[in-house]
């Protein structure tokens, strides 16, 4: 019999290969400097195991540390880049990596977690009520439609009046607060219409929404033929007429006496940080978008996030993006308020712009407009990074670019919903699936094509065009194949009970919740204050807020926030005089610690142990060029 059909699932083994899969559908987007630190990496599990923690059957925490590593791989080149060659150490901490896919229930403000905070302890940016009323936050859902087996995901965005409006439901319905009878009048209403109709309204109204499609039938679209031929993220330079300012001459880390035009100056006594002093203005909500600031303050970046004064957003997940960031306040309508932003943009080398496509460039935060910019300003080129739902932004044959979307869009459209409602032994019903990880993800691409833009910035000169999408993350965790049956089956008995009762009208909210207590019960080192950083945070009133560790170890290279969280709007807008936090590691001051990387001895597997090729149905090829990925189970990543 062959051992290798009950050989248990390893994360790190399929990290490694997703790792692969990943650098081969990344090349030609990203500088080879990073390409070649990938033999440096090494995938490192937890004393707990080397187990898939998540009730779904996605490779989500594959996918992850894949991009994780890639993001600590272009952090050694940058890290090169500004302070000199070093052939880096690189560590993936496979747990911290999971936790990051469900941040935003990990963090925590005066010791309270998303849903069990006191009314008052953060500022309500629900402007709309599409959060704090059940009826109103059930208009973003998955219903059945008129047709038998056909379900639409509709989505109310941050409001919900004009999606409920549309399906002939009143925008506010104060008699109606228990969750199944709001489930059963929307569903109800939202079963009058066929697919074709809703997509009509959609259109009509402006609003987010899609039928929930299986895998094959969306690479059977027009959109899904074009968007899956396209890598993870993409960077291009940004064409524009020549002025007479001499572009800024190219050159390689390689040349003799390499000198940085670029990079902000980094006194010598300051921690070595890969983007220390680079300004990045974001412009974005929830949390896709300000996963991407949030990842570059952890390297360092000044991240400024601008929000307009009465754009709704999220409460709680600003406890949790925002953290290593400003955030102010800026109305662009305003002239006085435009100016600032201008004067702000003048100085900053990189913009995210987390809205549909096209939206900002009004304000002069196009591509074009911020390459015209650049030269103005002595062709100090910009580093410009979309991110958005469907993707193919400029792509011909991308017939939804343009559409409006959230996570939820994406995994119903993209066929991740199928998956895991199948997955669940729903009788032909897709669900959401658990944890904001689509998000998490998006971001973490994103993060590594802003490195990709600012390094081909730095060695080719110009400016740079960068973007991803949430269903180009979902596409490429599609392509690395679900789950083998053996581990499908594992989980479904780790997290019998109610988690398996649930149906495809659960919320979001609903699905998470009741995953995040199985994780919990099934995996409390998930939950330990050592995988946590604490800081006492201004904005929040002085309230202790903690969050995820960063999952990735560059040697030489510190990556880690240096403040915590605050509400959207809280500083002024401004690059001066930005403080650092005591930051805490339980009940350790790292504030003072300047040893950025601390040389554990990483044992690699006996070589007949070493590395195997993991395929759909759980046997296993041995693949010895990636061996050295993968540290045994009894190591432990150093804690930064």
């Known amino acids: 019999m062959d051992s290798s059909a009950t050989r248990p699932y390893s994360v790190a083994t399929g990290a490694s290969e997703a790792f692969d899969e990943l650098l081969k559908q990344c090349k030609g987007q990203i500088p080879k400097e990073f390409g070649s630190y990938s033999g440096n990496v090494t995938f490192v599990p937890s004393n707990h195991g080397d187990q898939v923690y998540f009730p779904s059957p996605c490779r989500e925490q594959d996918a992850i540390a894949s991009i994780k590593a890639l993001e600590a791989c272009a952090a050694a080149a940058i890290g090169d880049l500004r302070h000199g060659k070093n052939s880096r150490s690189i560590k993936v901490d496979l747990d911290k990596a999971a936790c990051f896919l469900m941040s935003a229930y990990l963090a925590t403000i005066d010791g309270k977690r998303k849903g069990q905070t006191p009314k008052g302890l953060i500022p309500d940016t629900d402007y709309n009520q599409a959060q704090s009323i059940q009826y109103r936050r059930l ?40 969750y199944q009878k709001c489930i059963d009048t929307i569903e109800a209403a939202v079963k009058r219409f066929t697919v074709a109709e809703l997509e009509d309204m959609n259109s009509k109204h402006g609003q987010a929404g899609v039928e929930a499609l299986k895998w094959e039938n969306f690479l059977e679209t027009t959109h899904g033929k074009v968007i899956s031929a396209l890598p993870p993220f993409t960077v291009e330079a940004i064409k524009v007429q020549q002025t007479t300012v001499p572009e800024t001459p190219p050159h390689t880390p390689t040349e003799t006496n390499f000198q940085s035009h670029l990079w902000p100056k980094v ?24 996963t991407i600031g949030r990842s570059l303050a952890a390297h360092g970046a000044q991240v400024l996030k601008v929000t307009g004064p009465k754009l709704p957003d999220v409460p709680f997940f600003q406890v949790d993006v925002n953290t290593g960031k400003h955030t102010t306040h800026l109305d662009l309508r305003n002239q006085n308020d435009l100016k600032t932003f201008r004067n702000l ?33 002595g062709n100090h080129g910009f580093v410009y990074v979309a991110e958005d739902c469907f993707g193919g932004t400029g792509v011909p044959g991308a017939e939804w670019a343009g559409r409006r979307g959230w996570q939820q869009i994406a995994d119903c459209v993209t066929g991740i919903a199928w998956a895991q409602g199948q997955f669940m032994g729903l009788e032909n019903e897709p669900s959401v ?22 390094y081909q910035r730095e060695t080719k000169g110009g400016s740079w065009m960068c973007r991803t999408s949430l269903c180009q993350y979902d596409i490429f965790l599609l392509k690395l194949g679900l789950l083998p049956l053996q581990e499908q089956e594992r989980l479904k008995t780790v997290f019998a009970g109610p988690f398996f009762k649930l149906r495809h009208y659960d919320s979001v909210d609903k699905v998470s919740g009741e995953a995040l207590k199985a994780i919990q019960r099934a995996y409390p080192h998930l939950f330990r204050p050592d995988l946590m950083l604490k800081a006492k ?35 002024r807008p401004g690059w001066e005089g930005w403080e650092t936090d005591l930051i805490m590691d339980g009940e350790v001051d790292l504030a003072e610690d300047n040893a950025v990387f601390t040389n554990t001895s990483v044992t690699p597997a006996p070589r007949e142990e070493q590395h195997q090729q993991q395929d759909g149905s759980g046997s296993m090829n041995s693949v010895p060029q990636r061996r050295n990925r993968i540290a045994t189970m009894n190591t432990v990543l150093a804690t930064a």
Not at 551 to 567: F, T, W, Y
């Open 267 to 290: 006194p010598a006594n300051v921690s070595q940080y890969a983007l220390c002093g680079i300004k990045v203005i974001e412009m974005c909500r929830v949390i896709a978008g300000p």
């Open 433 to 454: 699936p658990p944890m904001p990880m689509s998000d998490y993800g998006t971001g973490a691409l994103g993060c590594v094509a802003a490195m990709a833009g600012l």
């Open 537 to 571: 945070s201004k904005g929040f009133k002085g309230k202790d807020i903690r969050w995820p560790k960063e999952a990735i170890e560059v040697e030489g290279l510190l990556i880690q926030h240096v403040r915590a969280s605050r509400p959207n709007g809280f500083d």
């Open 139 to 178: 208009s973003a859902n998955l219903y059945e439609t008129k047709e038998d087996g056909r379900y639409y995901h509709i989505h109310g965005s941050l409001d919900a009046t004009t999606q409920l409006r549309m399906i002939g439901l009143p925008p506010f319905n104060p008699r109606l607060t228990d």
């Open 345 to 377: 943009l003048a100085e900053a080398d990189v913009l995210i712009d987390g809205y549909r496509p096209g939206a900002l460039a009004k304000f002069g935060c196009d591509p074009q407009s911020l390459a015209k910019l650049a030269q103005q300003r």
